[in-house]
């Protein structure tokens, strides 16, 4: 992963979002120790506090637990919380845009669900 240093998102926002993915395509397992913020910030060359912060906004989701001089390891419902967390955040945000995108554009409720069905099925026309 590349971080956007110079785009709107913080770089905090950017870690946590990246170990979420990484959760999510289960490179990171439930119980299984992540990694600390001094190898986040090397493998991403960013400050260590950035990183620190990252991992802390994930602790407060309770998506990360802390084991006292252990590091910090993936929660048992971990998946389960980013997917809720995704679904009625970034999900619905998107289909809110979606549909009032569609409203301008004329577009029908049932032409609208023909699309996302021809997405999902992979008959989509670019």
Known sequence: MILNMDGTKPIYLQISE???????????ESDQKIYSQYQLAEMF????????KGLTLLVEENILYKKRGLGMFVASNAKEIITNKRKNQTLKRLVVEIVMEAERLDVSKEELIQMIRDVKTGEAGE
């Open 18 to 28: 990246w170990l979420e993915r990484e959760i999510l395509n289960r490179n990171f």
């Open 45 to 52: 060359t960013i400050n260590p506090a950035t990183a620190a």
